[in-house]
């Protein structure tokens, strides 16, 4: 079975804090995503791997970065966290399979609360 | 508007009943993926359909594709309240020729015992 798992389930930062947000996957998978969800808004994508070092902005990637400098591991970082950051944020990872994507297996989300 | 339209977005059921989630791109499909989410965690993945036509089925939960109207349902039979939580479409889509994963927004699902 696939596993993908976060650091953290909750976790309570303040505004202005660095916040780093670490995913790891176990199957070897090319991709790796990063999104955050929010009632109403759904799921966007906020920035995407698809191999070691390489990365792409997804739909919402201000005020956000990203590492990755091992296939199994993407980390996502709040340079300095505002209240708007507040969400739910969900790691995916997947095979690239012939220039596309596959279905995605996701981390079980880490709640982050700013205050 | 949403590129990946679901609806309803909420549903209340009775256990027993059966219910339908609808799934529309309004882009080209590539491939379409069901998804469901338990309240504060992550995505489950149930099913991949890629060809006009394919209907897979796991447990329970039947999933469509009808390619002509870029569209997908999940049907549930004999509803448990196991079935609860947030179903969610995602689809490989293309935009100008670029490749993108898109997710719907979501249904909720409640079921009554």
């Known amino acids: 079975d696939v596993k993908v798992t976060q650091s953290s389930r909750y976790l309570v930062k303040r505004t202005g804090e660095k916040v780093f947000l670490e995913c790891v996957q176990d199957m070897d998978h090319e991709n790796m995503f990063w999104y955050r969800q929010d009632p109403g808004l759904g799921l966007r994508l906020i920035y995407f791997s698809y191999d070691v070092k390489m990365k792409e902005k997804g739909d919402i990637p201000e005020g956000y970065s990203v590492s990755r400098e091992k296939k199994e591991r993407f980390s996502l970082i709040l340079e300095s966290a505002s209240t708007n950051q507040t969400s739910m944020y969900l790691c995916?990872?997947?095979?690239?399979?012939?220039?596309?994507?596959?279905?995605?297996?996701f981390g079980p989300g880490t709640r982050l609360t700013v205050l | 508007s949403q590129e990946l339209e679901q609806s309803p977005q909420s549903l209340i059921v009775q256990e027993g009943k059966n219910l339908t989630i609808n799934c529309t791109s309004s882009k080209t499909l590539y491939g379409l993926y069901w998804y469901k989410q338990k309240y504060g965690e992550g995505l489950i993945f149930l099913m991949m359909?890629?060809?006009?036509?394919e209907e897979k089925s796991h447990e329970k939960i039947t999933a469509k594709l009808d390619e002509k109207k870029q569209q997908s349902s999940l049907h549930i039979t004999a509803s448990q309240p196991s079935h609860a939580g947030i179903y969610l479409c995602g689809a490989d889509v293309t935009t100008s020729g670029t490749y993108k994963y898109i997710f719907g927004t979501g249904t909720r699902l409640k079921v009554l015992a």
């Open positions: 995916a990872s997947s095979l690239r399979v012939r220039m596309r994507y596959n279905e995605q297996f």
């Open positions: 359909l890629q060809k006009g036509g």
